[in-house]
């Protein structure tokens, strides 16, 4: 499977194309950051970031786009660029029929480095070992998209089986309610009454 | 000059086609609230508000697009959802060329009603006077994207102005520098120095 990791973001924003084999191994098939100048129109820069996601949807062609999921916690102006960067991604991905999901940062390194609170030294550290990259990708948000990518890559089967889970109890719990419905009306029909049933 | 404004949201996005006539005469072109089922994917309401949005470009032609800047006082989940739709949307008009302008929502009630900390229904109440509507639009979101547009219609003069009033002020302290530099340097090589000039 071939996964499209994006770290959002205007000024830069952080694209890495991961394929997942056998168990957890795991090879990088590209990364970039695509920049846009600070002082450009809003619209002109998603739009330049836009363009170069759906480049890269189209020349690498990933089986699903996963996406950081961003809090507020910062400074209110670069989350809301953050999130509209965010958007417009999803919205490439979605396009193009592809599933998009949304990892949180803890979530990323908690997959990475197997601690939700690893600093961004240890996250690069990691992608550049598990990737067996020669150099250590720079900046940070090259390393954050392959980690994403490589987070979606092994946590992705997870979340289906636990989806594919809660799907089949919710069959059987409706099942178990209609069997239910089903019993109580044929109690009320055998003995006659009418004014009980709904 | 005719524009579209859009109360971003995932669950109700509201959109309103202005046209501005001669002074501030304003007519009410179309207007309509897009949503999106809260149990679909991210992706999926993005682009379903993505291509109501682009019908919207293509039928009603405008020439520009004013949309609510958010901040982030709210609910963080409904705040990145909305920045999430404002991003998708300012792509739309950026792929057509079309000017994409923020205003904040004190802006707007100001522009509308005068008052900057007006409330929802003095909102919806002057934007049905001003466009002579039969009914107040509704829901809110309907009455607020018609406010936007008529905010920007009033507005984007003023901010034209002012705009080309600072170009002309960083043009000439551009000239006056370059005066200085070219003194300078004259003087440098009329007295015969070298060591000082850069």
Same mark, same amino acid.
Request: proline residues 4%; hydrophobic residues 45%.
């Given at each position: 499977?071939?996964?499209?990791?994006?770290?959002?973001?205007?000024? @830069?924003? =952080? +694209?890495?194309? #991961?394929? =997942?084999?056998?168990? @957890?191994?795991? /090879?990088? #098939?590209?990364?970039?950051?695509?920049? *846009?100048?600070?002082?450009?129109? !809003?619209?002109?820069? !998603?739009?330049?970031?836009?363009?170069?996601?759906?480049?890269?949807?189209? /020349?690498?062609?990933?089986?699903?786009?996963? #996406?950081?999921?961003?809090?507020?916690?910062?400074? #209110?102006?670069?989350?809301?660029?953050?999130?509209?960067? =965010? =958007?417009?991604?999803? +919205? /490439?991905?979605?396009?193009?029929?592809? &599933?998009?999901?949304?990892?949180?940062?803890?979530?990323?390194?908690? %997959?990475?480095?197997?601690?939700?609170?690893?600093?961004?030294?240890?996250?690069?550290?990691?992608? *550049?070992?598990?990737?067996? !990259?020669? %150099?250590?990708?720079? &900046?940070?948000?090259?390393?954050?998209?392959?980690?994403?990518?490589?987070?979606? !890559?092994? @946590?992705?089967?997870?979340?289906? @089986?636990?989806?594919?889970?809660?799907?089949?109890?919710?069959?059987?719990?409706?099942?178990?309610?209609?069997?239910?419905? %089903?019993? *109580?009306?044929?109690?009320?029909?055998?003995?006659?009454? *009418?004014?009980?049933?709904?």
């Amino acid at each position: 499977m071939r996964v499209l990791g994006v770290d959002p973001g205007l000024t @830069r924003c =952080g +694209l890495g194309v #991961v394929d =997942g084999g056998i168990g @957890r191994s795991v /090879s990088c #098939v590209a990364v970039d950051v695509v920049r *846009t100048p600070a002082d450009a129109e !809003l619209s002109a820069r !998603l739009l330049h970031v836009s363009e170069c996601v759906e480049e890269w949807l189209d /020349s690498y062609r990933p089986q699903a786009v996963a #996406v950081e999921r961003v809090f507020s916690q910062h400074n #209110v102006r670069t989350v809301m660029g953050t999130a509209q960067v =965010g =958007g417009v991604v999803a +919205l /490439s991905a979605a396009r193009r029929g592809l &599933p998009v999901v949304f990892h949180t940062p803890s979530e990323v390194k908690a %997959a990475v480095t197997g601690s939700g609170r690893a600093d961004k030294a240890q996250v690069t550290g990691m992608v *550049t070992k598990l990737l067996k !990259l020669a %150099a250590k990708p720079s &900046p940070a948000d090259a390393a954050d998209a392959l980690a994403l990518a490589i987070c979606h !890559l092994w @946590r992705e089967p997870m979340r289906a @089986r636990v989806a594919e889970a809660e799907a089949r109890a919710a069959e059987l719990a409706r099942k178990h309610k209609a069997r239910l419905a %089903a019993a *109580t009306r044929a109690g009320h029909t055998g003995t006659g009454t *009418t004014g009980g049933g709904r």
